[in-house]
């Protein structure tokens, strides 16, 4: 293996003496604290900005969530005269209707049958918050479910989906 070659360096400062280098650490700890306060100032600016932002989609999520809620009302007053084989409509500016929506309910002796029926795969060298992975649930049959005292509830989950042009598109 070849020798490797220490290039000269031309923007090197030559430092005399020990006083000198500490002038150097000096600009050091200067420039860091410097690049701290920039930092600093750049987050307290997004904080800022966040908190702008969060205010204002806060407004919009309201008056949408009361628009949504009139609409749904609306729609369920007119039911009767929409074709029965549809869940949703097309509409000019986008799609009204309901979704088929579930979730898992479970009882306090849920986990402990849990345990139980799928006891093969306990761990015990952990310490963990031991709650009902309801996801997981979710993928059982209701057989299964009913064997530890949890049960799937499907509701109708009403939704409207605006047709939005992208942001670049206006």
């Known amino acids: 293996m070849a020798k490797r070659q220490r290039r000269e360096k031309t923007n090197l400062i ?10 150097l650490i000096r600009q050091i700890g200067d420039l860091q604290f410097n690049i701290s306060e920039e930092q600093a ?10 908190a702008r932002l969060k205010a204002k989609v806060e407004a919009y999520q309201s008056r949408i969530d009361n ?9 369920q007053g007119r039911q009767e005269g929409l074709p029965k084989d549809k869940r949703s409509w097309k509409r ?3 799609v009204i ?8 309910t479970v009882t306090k002796k849920t986990l402990e049958l849990i345990k139980e029926v799928f006891k093969s795969r306990a761990c015990h060298y952990l310490h963990i918050k031991e709650s ?8 059982l049959t209701d057989e299964q479910l009913k064997e530890v005292a949890a049960r799937r509830i499907v509701t109708d989950a009403f939704f409207v989906e605006p047709a ?6 206006k």
Do not use: C, N
């Not at 030559?14 to 002038?23: R, T, V």
């Not at 209707?97 to 898992?104: D, F, H, P, T, Y």
């Open 97 to 104: 209707g309901w979704r088929k929506s579930s979730a898992i």
């Open 132 to 139: 009902p992975d309801k996801d997981a649930l979710a993928k």
């Open 92 to 94: 000019a500016f986008g």
């Open 164 to 169: 939005i042009p992208e942001v670049g598109d």
């Open 67 to 75: 628009l949504t809620e009139s609409l749904d009302i609306f729609a």
């Open 14 to 23: 030559h430092i005399p003496d020990w006083a000198y280098a500490d002038k």
């Open 41 to 50: 100032a750049a987050k307290k600016a997004i904080d800022d900005t966040k």
